[in-house]
């Protein structure tokens, strides 16, 4: 009922002309809402290329058809009320794809606040006017506009719940991932362990294995050396002969020279021994004639 009185009174013509100010609030709200219309379906173009859209890019391309409308809706309202037409020029900025989904939502939401701080400042003009006609047509608009950012602040929080849980996600799955390395390296670990252990063993095995082949090596010499065998058992006992060349000593062999042949004589034999083992005729022939003269005569008394 409401909305059907306003499409009437847009089309009345003898509401007469609005104030200036007005005039320039409702052509600013036509060049802004034509503005919201084109960042929407910029914003609607930018998901066409993925699989799964989200459900709010229905909402942007709903609304990027509903903003030029109601700009051609006030268009004819000015017209009707015998205004100026003069739509201030709005720079559009560059619009790229954006980064998560909750960028986008939140660059939708502003621009819905800004068109409602724009609806707000036509009201206060209208009020300012006493045109209660146009604070009628303003009402409904901004009906809408609280309708709009509602939906897109729950959104915006629907998204901040879901990239948390996104993220939740990753990092379990990046703890997961990293438990797992972590257990593989421990398992790596063990099995090195292993191996080193083994190899230890296998090289004392083969170390005991060395010393026992060596010991079996030099085990009948050190017993051959200890029991002296047959062989040295006969050099040891070579009988009587042997311990008298041993306690002769090694000086005193089977050959002497003259040296030793007068050392082992003695000091005491030296030629009065010598004379002495000659006997009384040997000592008279060496005496001479004077000597045996005597002699004689030593023998007749």
């Known amino acids: 009922m409401a909305a059907s009185s306003i499409t009437e009174m847009e089309y009345d013509e003898d509401l007469g002309p609005i104030s200036e100010e007005c005039t320039t609030a409702i052509n600013h709200v036509i060049s802004y809402q034509m503005f919201i219309s084109d960042v929407y379906l910029s914003m ?37 009320r015998k205004s100026t037409i003069c739509l201030p020029v709005i720079q559009v900025p560059y619009l790229d794809k954006w980064e998560n989904d909750e960028q986008a939502l939140k660059s939708a939401l502003k621009a819905e606040i800004e068109l409602t701080k724009i609806l707000e400042d036509l009201q206060t003009a209208a009020s300012q006017a006493v045109d209660t006609h146009l604070l009628k047509f303003v009402e409904g608009y901004l009906i809408k506009q609280k309708r709009n950012t509602t939906y897109l602040e729950r959104e915006i929080t629907y998204q901040k719940q879901l990239e948390e849980l996104k993220e939740q996600e990753l990092r379990e799955q990046q703890m997961r ?12 670990q063990m099995r090195e362990q292993q191996m080193r252990e083994q190899q230890m063993g296998e090289q004392q095995m083969g170390e005991q294995q060395m010393g026992e082949q060596q010991m079996g090596e030099q085990g009948p010499t050190a017993q051959e050396m200890g029991g002296q065998g047959p062989a040295a058992q006969e050099m040891g006992g070579q ?63």
Do not use: T
């Open 239 to 301: 009988g009587p002969a042997a311990q008298e060349m041993g306690e002769q000593g090694p000086e005193q062999g089977p050959e002497q020279g003259p040296e030793q042949e007068m050392r082992e004589q003695g000091p005491e034999q030296g030629p009065e021994q010598e004379m002495r083992e000659q006997g009384p005729e040997q000592e008279m022939r060496e005496q001479g004639p004077e000597q045996e003269v005597r002699s004689r005569a030593w023998n007749s008394s």
């Open 44 to 80: 609607a173009c930018s998901y066409a290329e993925e699989k799964e859209m989200p459900n709010f890019v229905i909402f942007f391309e709903d609304q990027a058809e509903v903003r030029r409308y109601q700009a051609k809706r006030f268009l004819r309202y000015l017209r009707n």
């Open 177 to 188: 991932e990293q438990q797992m390395r972590e257990q593989q390296m421990r398992e790596q």
